[in-house]
């Protein structure tokens, strides 16, 4: 069965850091691009950052870039997002999912096929 399993959420003050997993099961890892989602309270799901099946290809989204860094480990079959200077604007659900075979590396949710749960990031003071 496949799954995505989200872990490292959790409160942290404006300027504070989190690093969130990505664990993947049931397929090989290294054969898919894997996407960081966020959805905030009362908005649409939006792309974060996303990385090729290897590693050595990344996207962001303007609102992350200099901030934000993901990474993949495809040994531990997880996939992470170090996220850094954290402001109340990034407080949301995270999820990350494995994109599409037919679609090539985009950071548009309706192209992902296979999502986990979430994990809440709350940025307050």
């Known amino acids: 069965q496949v799954q995505l399993v989200e872990s490292g959420g959790g409160l942290v003050q404006p300027g504070g850091s989190l690093r969130l997993s990505c664990r993947a099961s049931?397929?090989?890892?290294?054969?898919?691009?894997i996407g960081w989602f966020r959805q905030a309270q009362g908005k649409e799901r939006e792309g974060v950052s996303c990385i090729s099946r290897s590693g050595d290809s990344t996207y962001y989204a303007d609102s992350v870039k200099g901030r934000f860094t993901i990474s993949r480990d495809n040994a531990k079959n997880t996939v992470y997002l170090q996220m850094n200077s954290l402001n109340p604007e990034d407080t949301a659900v995270y999820y990350c999912a494995r994109l599409g075979t037919l679609w090539t590396m985009t950071l548009s949710p309706d192209r992902y096929r296979y999502w986990g749960q979430g994990t809440q990031v709350t940025v307050s003071s």
């Open positions: 049931g397929f090989t890892l290294d054969n898919y691009h």
